[in-house]
């Protein structure tokens, strides 16, 4: 079939476009003479166009199912416009940057930072072949790095685009795959440094331009070495072409390089640079536009700083380096001057310079060097002859280019050694076996005006396209020999003479240097010898007008160059009295370094050919240098040498091609210019690529996947499913006449290019013809389906409408009689009510006409009895008023007669007290006392003498008294009641009869009330709505704040939770960190230095610490403090190395910043730990403790307010008492009554008043209940409502309750005080025994220590030993039993007590019979009895052994021991054995010993583990057996929150002496460590299966497309495989979890963590491969998920419901983006999809729908619209601060759940384990 044959109507095609260069069309009719007539798509226009050559027919466009293919060499038609259009589509419609053109990546800068390059991203590359996922510059990457690996050659990645597409930035992430795939051998931190140059390199080498805001203006190539393992060793970078003339001018809108902005910007941080704004320097303000969007140079410059101090590049460098730049831009300021001399001296024409010039100064000072040189030398100009040498001046335009010359010449200086200082930093000393180059180079240029620059780029790349085109081209040609088809040689472009034209004898760059050397040469003699010599070559051309330009034919474009500055810049030259002068400099030493020649150039790579060409040295590439002759030599012959060793390093290794296209000029995020995009694909050799592969055969199909798609095309019969090779045959021959036009190779059908395009076409009209077919048979039978319902319904209409019509006419029939039958009813009801109406009336007037009359007599009589009544009080009242007045008269005359007599008798007794008689009658009456007194006193004294035999009798009676004083006091308590009855009572009368008065009043009072009750009744009512609608609405409010308040405790709890959470992982991280580092120095430790260098004692310093042991145990103990035993760093031996010949282990600084780091890990675990149990005791008092009641304390103030006014009412009545003693002993009686009464008042009132407040609404409505029973009582009773209490039951039931709360209180005292007293003795008694055990352990140990002399000296130690032991449990048993006694004891006392207080008061023998008890201190008698051994013991679960033997019980207990032997033993045995020798350790308290066997245990264990780190079986071993003595520390350690459901024998056996909280948190450290291990190598074990199990797995074949082939498939494929292998793989390890007893809670945890992986990896691979993204395949994998939920079922639900929701939930992922797969993608479904994808994030959404391939032409195609909508509500749905948290594409494979280890107790008896005699430990454990 010929290519005419596909123009028919409605074939699609592309015509050319001046915007868009190719717009889409449609053939309107077949193509006939020579016309083709197109309609466009865009704007419906008719065009044709004429036909004069089959090569002018316009391109087809690819079929659907080509459109938006990964690599563009699988399209069907190969041209420009397919190219561009697939490249469209990828970038506008689907976000995808990368695109695979063959060999070739084409990269499209998006302008926009997309979350594709995080460390998933790089794993998930890992390992794939390029091709199976999305393009990627990581696919690349992997692929150099395979290489690398598989067939141990160099190999490079080449970067070319113009400026601003992206080429640095596909350079930075190329070196970070290769920084973290590659590692590190070393501790220099290659990758750290090769990322950290990218700042530094960025400042001084890039700069703005009009297409670009950080264009690189130079080339690098960067070379990362690997050692033998293929770890980065080291690495070095080589430069090209510094574009040295922006320094001194920049184009409008464009800036000079980063650095000196920066440094501006930084000028206030630098004073002594004298630097201004940078708009006041001129070599910065020509182009107009100093700042960049988006960009801080002064956070630039810091960050540049710190790169700087990351390569080791000093302080004092870095000030020189600042220094000189600084001075750059002095240079520049500068200004000339034709004025004359100021001196008088003789004028002389051409520049000055002024001497008090600021910036001259300011250069000279930066410099330290003279200001007078510097100004002669920067205006003359030395000239030497044959005789004489001559200073002239220079005029103003030559002084000014010379000041020019020399900036560029220091910056190009600097920048020169700024690339050796990053190659030494680099640079690691280690070997480099291999490497990896990154070549960073600048694409074709072409601009208005071309330069020598432009012209050296333009050479560079038309050097890369020849390799380019010659490799790709050989690989084309492997491929065709590879499949074994006959092909041709293809031809292709060949650059070569445009090459030839440049490098020629007789070529550019030849006669550039020519002229160059001529004395008078000149860029227009430059010319003209082109002109004559270069017009033989095909590639030149010359200019229509002008004769100072050349055009030159490059690939890409003619480019015509201006000639103008071609010599100078080939020259770079300086004069050398400038040069000498700025070498003078004294402040800045870095100017010698950067000017002085350079013999060998250390600063840059070794020469790409270094194998064969080994004295060849390549410098940095952006300055010349001179030639062996002495002479210097130009910037073209040095770049022309630097491009052939270049191209030599390609040539030796293998290239791989990354192509960066700049996809608009206005920096738009995913905006394309077709006609950029165009330029740049034809200039970067993309293009020439896909005409390569067109001219051979471009599409290529797998046999399977060809029959697949194809197999509509044959018959059933012509199918032969063994043998796909011939049925494609067949299809082929079929359709295809034309052999040539296909080939088959062993593997693969290669196709022509248009022929899938014709095979589609064939296809699609087989499926239109079937489905016209279909159609028709549907339609007819949709069609008579119709007939037929409307048939029926027609039936069913008529049917319904004539039983309407009978209906109606029976209902009307029945209707007439019911109303008849109504009417006489409703007639007789009317008469009967008005009857009865009439009748109520009548009796009613006369009821009331009764009533009134009856009740004006009762009124009347009323009035008259309360006349009399009134009458009687007021006669009663005047006549006690009368009586009254008349006695108060009577007081007051007496009062006035008795005050008269009172006065004359005291003025009689004053006289008579003044004679001096009545003085002596009163002493002699004294006398008359005193001698009466003495003669008392001796009969006291003989009456004393009797009294003593009466002492007995008066203690008896105290006694008695006692009781009385009781009796009395009970006896005053009732008489008070009495009194306040009588009171009461009285009270009460005196209130009722003045209720009966009030009722009489009241009686007056009711009229009144009754004519206002309707009115109150009214607003009553009103009121009360009111106030029930407040209360509904207080009602609601409060529990609106009441479930405000619980949510917001919900989120406390949740956020402390989540707090929690996020620490415990961040720990564990740590902690997995701190093994790697370990594990790390341990690997250090092992491997030997350098046998060549070995150190003395004077640089001791620097040695390295050789360690005894494998590990040493930091920071753990018991309460006791135990000295360390590793060595301190200044008591090591340095010199025992030199002894024994031996070299150290390690370097000394290397090991100490290893054990720093270590240490601050370690310290950094222990804030994690603290900070973890201060959240989780924070959590658990949220969670129990009640909110706290801030009216506790305004509750106590009111109580104690009024027992302080009780309390002086108390005393004041006292103080009214007569006799002083009995005032006292009342005093303090009552005292001590009332406080007891008063304390347990207060406290009741201030605990019900709390709960009181704490049920504020059960409060209000026990309010509102009392009000309505006060208010029912008053009415019902009046103001008598103490009736209700009448008989006093509520007051006895109360305090009966008060007397159980204060008997209850009582006791609890009691307990607390007996309790704290014995905690005290016992303290105290332990810290006495604790001395005495150790003088004798001190005693014993000087014996024991010994050698014994004989055996029966031997036999007498242990026997001591074994005393001792027995003494010390005889000793714990007496304690216990006594404290026992003593507690029983007090409980008979309080029993005694109370049995007093009922009135029982015999039981004084109760505790006169009670038993001794020994006290806790006593010291045990024992009688030492001759040794007997008894056949049967009792023993106290304990393993004894001997230090020496530790070594060999761990060897036999751990190292050795193997799972198929632990299997079976009792689960946990070895931690259980552990623990009993540790209470051995504890009974005997040996702590040094316990460290050392805890060391032993951890270090044997880590051993085991690493030497057997691909055993699930010994992982699960050592896991559970780790718990089990994590869990056995707990639960006899002794804390109580552990013995709960500890039995009495093993709360005995709980450790007594050591406390070793801090080894259960080694032991939990070991435990994560183990665990995260196996996790680890689960995964790696399952990573395998997943794919095929789950992603490519098909129980149907064939419905999803052919089984993706793999590279190497196995002869014989295992029997079970997809989801069985994975399942089989689950059970398996899920058998040996429980077959070890790891814990259930552990076991949820692992399977947690599998499930996650399996979803991330799964789901991460589905979001890189556009195959897996179409309907069938999310029902295949859908399907193949299903089989893990089933197993998740089956097998997993005995840990319970919960624990299988919750495993489920970690597929959702996955799940829901199969689901998406299959769903419905129309606008109207937009909704249902956000909220089924609830755990996918937004971008893996779009990406997914970005990705979706329709299985056919007629299923519906994602739009974008879609797509957008669905964008938008995810994101409202993830809320505002969705954009700010950073986005990931893929999920978070290397995730791993923090786990916890839960409290397990054990019901095994230690004194029941035995030990088994295949552990081989009967000689070295002894049981206790």
């Known amino acids: 079939m010929t290519t005419k044959e596909l123009y028919t109507k409605d074939a699609q095609v592309w015509v050319e476009n001046l915007d868009t260069v190719w717009e889409s069309a449609t053939v309107v009719a077949d193509f006939r003479s020579g016309v083709l007539i197109v309609k466009l798509d865009q704007s419906g226009e008719i065009r044709q166009i004429k036909i004069t050559d089959e090569k002018q027919m316009p391109p087809l466009r690819n079929p659907l199912l080509l459109i938006g293919q990964n690599d563009l060499t699988s399209l069907s038609y190969l041209h420009e416009p397919a190219v561009l259009h697939n490249l469209k589509v990828r970038f506008c419609d689907r976000n995808a940057i990368y695109t695979y053109c063959g060999i070739v990546l084409v990269a499209i800068n998006p302008y926009y930072d997309l979350p594709i390059y995080g460390d998933e991203t790089i794993m998930a590359y890992r390992g794939q072949s390029m091709g199976d996922l999305d393009p990627h510059i990581f696919a690349v990457s992997e692929e150099a790095y395979t290489k690398l690996e598989r067939e141990t050659r160099d190999q490079s990645i080449i970067v070319s685009g113009e400026s601003g597409a992206g ?80 320094v001194v001018y920049q184009s409008a809108g464009e800036r000079n390089y980063h650095i000196f902005y920066q440094l501006c910007a930084a000028r206030g941080l630098m004073p002594e640079l004298h630097l201004d704004h940078q708009d006041t320097f001129h070599y910065l303000n020509q182009g107009g536009s100093p700042n960049i969007d988006g960009v801080d140079d002064l956070k630039a410059f810091n960050e540049t700083r710190n790169a700087l101090v990351t390569l080791g590049v000093s302080e004092t460098e870095q000030q020189n380096m600042y220094a000189v730049l600084a001075c750059i831009l002095h240079l520049g300021n500068i200004e000339l001057t034709t004025c004359g001399p100021e001196d008088g001296q003789e004028s002389e024409e051409g520049a000055y310079i002024n001497a008090r010039d600021r910036h001259l100064l300011a250069t000279s000072n930066l410099l330290g060097i003279t200001a007078t040189d510097l100004r002669h030398w920067l205006t003359h100009r030395k000239i030497a002859s044959a005789h004489e040498v001559i200073v002239s001046r220079l005029d103003e335009p030559r002084a000014a280019a010379a000041r020019d010359a020399l900036a560029k010449r220091m910056y190009g200086e600097l920048f020169a050694w700024l690339v050796r200082a990053v190659n030494r930093a680099l640079d690691t000393g280690h070997a480099k076996k291999h490497f990896i180059g990154v070549l960073d180079i600048y694409g074709f240029e072409t601009f208005e005006i071309n330069s020598f620059e432009q012209f050296c780029i333009n050479y560079a790349n038309e050097k890369l396209q020849q390799q380019f085109n010659s490799h790709v081209f050989k690989l084309e040609q492997d491929e065709y020999i590879k499949e074994e088809i006959s092909w041709k040689m293809i031809d292709f472009y060949d650059n070569q003479p445009c090459i030839d034209l440049i490098e020629d004898k007789l070529g550019i760059l030849a006669l550039l240097d020519e002229e160059c050397r001529v004395p008078q040469g000149s860029d227009q003699g430059f010319v003209s010898k082109l002109h004559d010599k270069c017009a033989k070559y095909p590639h030149f051309m010359k200019p229509r007008f002008g004769r100072s330009a050349f055009i030159i034919k490059h690939f890409a474009d003619n480019v015509e160059y201006q000639s103008g500055g071609f010599l100078e810049k080939n020259r770079d030259t300086v004069s050398e009295e400038q040069l000498e002068c700025i070498k003078s400099a004294t402040s800045c030493r870095l100017i010698h370094t950067m000017f002085a020649e350079q013999q060998d150039q250390s600063a840059t790579l070794p020469p790409p050919s270094r194998r064969r060409q080994p004295n060849m040295a390549i410098g940095s590439l952006t300055q010349p240098v001179k030639r062996p002759s002495g002479q210097k030599q130009t910037v073209g012959s040095q770049f022309r040498a630097s491009l052939s060793a270049l191209m030599a390093t390609l040539s030796a290794t293998t290239p791989h091609y990354v192509r960066c296209i700049k996809p608009n000029d206005t920096k738009q995020s995913f905006s394309f210019d077709p006609a950029r995009a165009v330029h740049q694909l034809r200039a970067c050799g993309v293009l020439e690529t896909i005409r390569i592969s067109a001219a051979g055969f471009p599409s290529r199909w797998l046999y399977q996947d060809f029959f697949h798609r194809y197999r509509l095309l044959c018959v059933h019969k012509d199918i032969d499913r063994t043998n796909i090779k011939s049925t494609c045959g067949r299809i082929l021959a079929k359709h295809l006449k034309d052999p040539d036009k296909y080939q088959f190779g062993a593997t693969k059908i290669f196709f022509r290019a248009g022929q899938v395009a014709y095979l589609e076409k064939i296809r699609a009209d087989i499926q239109r013809l079937y489905c016209v077919r279909v159609q028709s048979c549907v339609r007819r039978f949709v069609a008579r389906r119709r007939y037929l319902r409307l048939m029926t319904a027609l039936r069913g209409l008529q049917a319904r409408a004539r039983g309407y019509l009978a209906r109606r006419k029976a209902q009307e029939v029945r209707r007439n009689r019911a109303a008849i039958k109504i009417q006489r009813n409703v007639r007789g009801w009317l008469a009967r009510v008005e009857y009865q109406r009439w009748r109520k009336l009548a009796i009613g007037l006369q009821a009331y006409g009764r009533g009134f009359l009856a009740r004006r007599l009762y009124r009347d009589r009323r009035k008259v009895k309360a006349v009399i009544t009134l009458q009687r009080y007021a006669r009663g009242y005047l006549a006690r008023k009368k009586a009254k007045k008349l006695r108060w008269q009577i007081v007051i005359a007496q009062a006035a007669i008795r005050r008269f007599l009172a006065r004359r008798q005291y003025k009689r007794l004053r006289i008579e007290a003044r004679s001096l008689d009545h003085v002596k009658k009163l002493n002699k009456g004294l006398e008359n006392k005193i001698i009466s007194l003495q003669q008392r006193l001796g009969d006291a004294l003989e009456r004393n003498k009797c009294i003593e035999p009466l002492h007995t009798q008066i203690a008896d009676l105290k006694s008695k008294l006692e009781l009385l004083k009781l009796v009395e006091i009970e006896v005053k308590t009732l008489r008070v009641g009495i009194d306040d009855k009588d009171s009461l009572i009285i009270a009460l009368q005196a209130e009722l009869a003045s209720e009966k008065d009030s009722n009489m009043r009241l009686s007056e009072e009711k009229k009144e009330i009754e004519q206002q009750y309707k009115k109150d009744r009214e607003e009553s009512e009103a009121e009360s709505e009111k106030l029930a609608e407040e209360l509904r609405s207080n009602k609601e409010r409060y529990d609106l704040d009441i479930e405000e308040r619980d949510k917001q405790h919900e989120q406390e709890k949740k956020a402390l939770c989540a707090e929690l959470e996020a620490e415990r992982q961040s720990r564990q991280k740590l902690l997995s960190s701190q093994y790697e580092l370990q594990e790390r120095l341990d690997a250090l430790q092992r491997t030997s230095a350098p046998k060549e260098h070995r150190r003395s004692l004077s640089d001791a310093s620097n040695n390295s610490q050789q360690e005894t042991t494998v590990e040493d145990d930091y920071g753990y103990g018991s309460v006791r403090s135990v000295e360390t035993t590793r060595p301190a760093l200044e008591a090591v031996n340095w010199s025992t190395g030199s002894h024994n010949g031996a070299a150290p282990i390690a370097d000394a600084g290397l090991v100490l910043r290893m054990q720093n780091r270590i240490s601050a890990l370690q310290s950094e675990l222990s804030r994690t730990s603290k900070r973890a149990a201060d959240l989780e005791e924070r959590l658990m008092n949220r969670m129990a403790s009640p909110p706290s009641n801030p009216n506790i304390d305004r509750f106590k103030v009111e109580e ?207 505790l006169e019979n009670t038993d001794t008890v020994a006290p806790p201190n006593a010291p045990l008698t024992l009688q030492m009895a001759p040794v007997t051994r008894k056949k049967e013991r009792e023993y106290l679960g304990m393993f004894e052994y001997k230090v020496q033997d530790e070594g060999t019980i761990i060897k036999k207990l751990i190292t050795d021991l193997k799972p198929k032997i632990a299997v079976t033993f009792l689960p946990g045995l070895p931690a259980y054995i552990l623990f009993m020798m540790l209470r051995h350790m504890d009974h005997v308290d040996d702590e040094p010993k316990m460290h050392q066997l805890m060391k032993a245990v951890r270090t044997g264990v880590k051993k085991t583990l690493k030497r057997r780190a691909d055993s699930v079986e010994y992982n699960a071993l050592w896991l559970a057996n780790m718990l089990r003595l994590l869990n056995n520390l707990r639960q006899y350690s002794g804390d109580s929150v552990y013995q709960n459901t500890n039995t009495p024998r093993q709360n005995q056996q709980c450790l007594r002496i050591f406390d070793l909280s801090e080894y259960r948190q080694v032991l939990s450290d070991i435990a994560v460590w183990i665990y995260q291990g196996l996790i680890h190598l689960l995964e790696r074990q399952l990573e395998r299966l997943i794919i095929p199990a789950i992603l490519e797995h098909e129980e149907i074949s064939g419905l999803s497309g052919p089984a993706r082939p793999s590279p190497a498939p196995p002869a014989h494929p295992p029997p079970a495989a997809g989801p069985a292998r994975l399942k089989q793989e689950l059970a398996l390890t899920h058998e040996h979890l429980q077959t070890f007893a790891v814990d259930q809670p552990l076991r949820v945890t692992i399977f947690k963590q599998l499930f996650y992986y399996i979803c991330a990896y799964s789901l991460n691979q589905l979001l890189l491969r556009k195959d897996l993204c179409c309907w069938a395949k999310g029902l295949q994998i859908r399907y193949n998920i299903s089989h893990l939920e089933t197993w998740i079922k089956e097998h997993l639900a005995e840990y319970g419901q919960k624990s299988v929701e919750e495993i489920l939930g970690v597929l959702k992922p996955i799940t829901q983006a199969v689901q998406l797969l299959q769903a419905r993608k129309s606008m109207a479904d937009v909704q249902s999809t956000v909220e089924m994808c609830a755990d996918l994030t937004a971008m893996q959404v779009c990406k997914i729908l970005n990705m979706y391939t329709p299985a056919e032409e007629y299923e519906v195609k994602v739009t974008r619209e879609f797509i957008h909508e669905i964008q938008r509500k995810m994101q409202e749905k993830a809320g505002p601060n969705a954009d700010k948290e950073p986005q990931n594409l893929l999920m978070d494979s290397k995730m791993i759940f923090s786990v916890q280890f839960p409290f397990n107790p054990s019901s095994i008896r230690l004194e029941a384990i035995e030990l088994p005699e295949v552990l081989e430990l009967d000689g070295l454990l002894t049981k206790i």
């Open 1200 to 1406: 104690l307010e009024i027992e302080n006014k009780k309390l002086r009412e108390h005393l004041d009545r006292l103080r009214e008492a007569g006799d002083s003693m009995l005032i006292s002993k009342e005093v303090i009686e009552q005292l001590g009554v009332m406080q007891k009464e008063l304390d347990r008042r207060r406290d009741e009132c201030v605990q019900l008043k709390s709960v009181l407040t704490n049920q504020k609404p059960w409060f209000q409505a026990l309010k509102s209940v009392t009000v309505n029973l006060k208010s029912l009582a008053s009415s019902n009773y009046g103001s008598d409502v103490d009736i209700i209490n009448e008989d006093g039951e509520l007051a006895t039931a109360y305090e009966a309750q008060k007397g159980i709360n204060r008997q209850l209180q009582e006791e609890l005292t009691a307990e607390k005080k007996f309790y704290s007293e014995h905690i005290m003795k016992t303290k105290g008694e332990i810290d006495r025994l604790r001395e005495e055990n150790e003088k004798y352990q001190k005693l014993l140990s000087a014996d024991l220590s010994q050698e014994p002399k004989n055996k029966s000296l031997e036999f007498s130690q242990n026997e001591i030993i074994r005393l001792a032991a027995e003494s010390l449990a005889l000793q714990e048993r007496v304690d216990k039993l006594s404290e026992s006694c003593r507690r029983y004891k007090n409980q008979i006392r309080l029993l005694v007590n109370k049995l007093k207080e009922v009135g029982i008061d015999d039981v004084s023998d109760i």
């Open 167 to 246: 080429k640095t930035v596909s350079a930075k992430y190329a070196m970070r795959y290769f920084a973290a795939v590659g590692g590190n051998a070393s501790e220099t931190q290659v990758e750290r440094k090769v990322l950290a140059s990218s700042p530094i390199m960025e400042a001084i080498g890039n700069a703005k331009t009009t297409r670009n805001d950080n264009s690189s203006r130079f080339g690098k190539f960067i070379e990362i070495h690997f050692d033998s393992q293929y770890r980065i060793s080291g690495a070095s970078m080589r430069t090209y072409l510094l574009e040295k003339s922006r």
